[in-house]
């Protein structure tokens, strides 16, 4: 819709349905206006403000609305517009990390070529694993530096989770605008939270729009790499829809993700059983619960979110609960952009920009969450005020939405803090629990037998089909292909002793020439930004030391066994303080810690210093040669 096509009521519509923080600083940004600086956050705006703000916004849009891309600010102006945003004057650290989070650039956090771009050998060659929103980010970092590469994808499409999960009502559960690529400024979504459909044709989109797709060899599962010392070249093998292939790479740029391959669970009787078992990652096309008895086993991401649509198809639906979660709402999940937002997102310069900003922003204090207070422990609190305060909060929220029923909510509310585990969105799934046709089941599982599934109180289930919505082999990283380093060293073993590890979750001694995004203690666990701008900040990781190399005449790049061990050293020490391995973040339950209580999944640092860790590259940590 074009901005003549609009009348007033229309655009005051759109302001009124906007991120008013958004409006206020896109709004400066354009009229330096001291009545709009001088107002405060949307939260806190009076009702009069409010009107000012809307009205000034709507009567600039009338006379200006444009579909056009603002030019960046400069650096102080930026800085100026950012701290209006969140109303906060920002250290250089947290600048320096946010800088590029509203996007005006066109690649944002991408490097370029430093000086002239030398000549690459003939045969070079970047093999990069998995067409998942890593590999396509690090695609998408090569194509713009002219690299040869090559992705190899074993699913027949770009999307990686994506691509896997397909279960009723699978979407993201962070807000879209942040769950999207920094240089796609054009994509508009159908919904606030994209569904998987939309996320898998936004990224094949993103593929083909920005070159990966053409570079991708889809169908191809990587089976193992070994490391020619001799030559500095990787010797990738993986299945192909033509059988077994080879090919060298100089480098190898991992990502395969966390969430790659489903974990499935064996129960004792399991294969007796004569109903189906479905897991979420292997849905099939088609499934019909009408009539059907039901078990879902799980209640993390996948198991909440299916619930609903299930149970109101099914003709019961058992949930077997091992763990409670803390689950919360999410404003707007679920909700369609109306057209006025899709209007104003097109025709008001720079709101994408600061919506987006204002919704990273969100999560720039959540450090707080998982930081100790033992001065309020002393008093009697019970991890620190933020985090009780969130945890009355959700409790309460509990207790609404099951009616106040005592009974599910004494198995309800969770003995742990939030923010121990990862965040789970509430998709109706404690409303569906209120339904006639669901049982919340907390006894544990004994065995499945040939009718369903028996609890250790003696009860069983019968059930027609099962849902094991248990997650995902997160613990074992890369696998199960293997990668041999260069004295032959296979990374599953030298992992052996406590589970994967790496320096700033990217390289690992011994293996050089190779990068992983989304690799060990990679998932920054809080100082905001979401997932899609650490792909990009870790494929620029990986390609300043490739372009380093090519411009120094270098083949080899790895990280120093010392400065490993010493980043090790020091992570499992700012780790060991945080909520998650403290008996109130109840360790044994969360799949962020593994095996041997390590946490394995999480970057515990703050997030703008690991920021700083990821994109200043520590050249002395590293061997050239
Ligand atoms: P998950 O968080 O690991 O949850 C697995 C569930 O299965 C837990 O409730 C677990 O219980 C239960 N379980 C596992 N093995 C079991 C067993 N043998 N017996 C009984 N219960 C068992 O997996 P997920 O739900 O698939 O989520 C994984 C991650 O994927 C999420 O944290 C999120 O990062 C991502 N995800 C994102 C979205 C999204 O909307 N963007 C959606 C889905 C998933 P315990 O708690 O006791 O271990």
């Not at 990862?422 to 409303?431: H, L, T």
């Not at 599982?445 to 997650?471: L, M, N, Q, S, Y």
């Not at 990668?483 to 690992?508: E, Q």
């Not at 666990?525 to 300043?544: D, E, F, K, N």
């Amino acid at each position: 819709m074009s901005a003549n096509a609009v009348d007033t009521a229309f655009i005051r519509r759109a302001v009124e349905l906007a991120d008013l923080n958004a409006v206020r600083v896109t709004l400066y940004m354009h009229t330096h206006d001291p009545e709009i600086a001088a107002l405060p956050k949307a939260i806190e705006l009076s009702d009069d403000q409010r009107e000012l703000l809307i009205s000034k916004a709507t009567a600039w849009l009338e006379a200006n609305a444009a579909a056009d891309r603002p030019a960046e600010p400069d650096e102080a102006e930026l800085r100026t517009l950012m701290n209006l945003a969140t109303k906060e004057e920002m250290g250089d650290l947290e600048f320096t990390a946010r800088r590029e989070l509203p996007a005006f650039k066109d690649f944002p956090l991408m490097i370029e070529w430093e000086g002239d771009k030398p000549a690459i050998p003939e045969d070079f060659m970047i093999v990069v694993i998995g067409s998942g929103f890593s590999g396509l980010a690090t695609g998408v970092q090569l194509n713009n530096l002219g690299l040869p590469y090559t992705i190899l994808e074993r699913r027949p499409e770009p999307g990686g989770t994506w691509s896997i999960n397909r279960y009723p009502d699978i979407r993201v559960d962070t807000i879209s605008i942040t769950y999207e690529f920094a240089f796609e400024k054009d994509y508009r979504w159908s919904e606030y939270f994209g569904r998987g459909p939309e996320v898998r044709s936004y990224l094949e989109g993103v593929s083909r729009k920005f070159g990966p797709y053409d570079h991708t060899k889809f169908g191809c599962e990587v089976t193992k790499a070994t490391f020619d010392a001799e030559r500095d070249k990787w010797i990738v093998e993986y299945d192909s829809p033509d059988g077994p292939q080879t090919i060298e790479a100089n480098y190898v740029i991992n990502g395969v993700g966390t969430f790659a391959n489903p974990k499935f669970p064996s129960f004792e009787g399991q294969e007796s059983f004569e109903g189906e078992v479905l897991h979420p990652a292997r849905w099939p096309d088609g499934v019909d619960f009408t009539g059907k008895r039901v078990a879902v086993i799980g209640n993390g991401s996948t198991g909440v979110q299916l619930l609903a649509p299930v149970a109101e198809e099914a003709e019961h639906v058992d949930v077997f609960q091992r763990t409670p979660q803390w689950i919360s709402p999410r404003d707007k999940y679920g909700a369609p952009m109306e057209p006025e937002t899709l209007w104003l997102l097109d025709n008001f310069p720079g709101y994408w920009n600061w919506w987006r900003y204002m919704a990273i922003a969100g999560l720039f204090g959540t450090h707080g969450f998982i930081v100790p207070d033992e001065e309020w422990v002393k008093q009697g609190g019970k991890w620190n005020p933020m985090n009780d305060q969130l945890r009355a909060d959700l409790t309460a929220y509990i207790k609404a939405q099951v009616n106040g029923d005592e009974e599910l909510i004494e198995k309800l509310v969770p003995d742990y803090a939030p923010f121990s585990r990862r965040p789970v969105v509430d998709n109706g799934w404690y409303k569906a629990l209120t339904r006639d046709n669901v049982d919340l089941v907390t006894s544990p599982i004994a065995r499945f037998t040939p009718k369903g599934i028996e609890t250790a109180d003696g009860e069983v289930h019968e059930v027609d089909v099962v849902i094991t919505a248990t997650g995902f082999e997160v613990m074992k990283y890369l696998w199960p292909a293997d990668y041999l380093g260069k004295d032959g060293t296979s990374i599953h073993d030298f992992w052996s002793k406590d589970g994967p590890r790496a320096y700033i979750s990217m390289m690992v001694p011994n293996f050089p020439n190779m990068f992983m995004l989304y690799g060990p203690n990679s998932q920054p666990l809080s100082g905001g930004t979401g997932l899609p701008v650490w792909y990009v900040i870790w494929a620029a990781y990986a390609a300043r030391c490739i372009t380093r190399a090519l411009a120094e005449g270098k083949t080899r790049v790895e990280v120093k066994p010392e400065p490993y061990e010493r980043y090790n050293e020091a992570l499992d020490a700012e780790a060991s303080k945080l909520l998650l391995l403290q008996e109130e973040g109840a360790p044994e339950e969360n799949y962020y810690i593994n095996e041997f209580g390590r946490m394995q999944v999480n970057a515990p640092w703050y997030g703008p210093e690991y920021h700083r860790m990821c994109t200043e590259v520590e050249w002395d940590d590293l061997e050239l040669s």
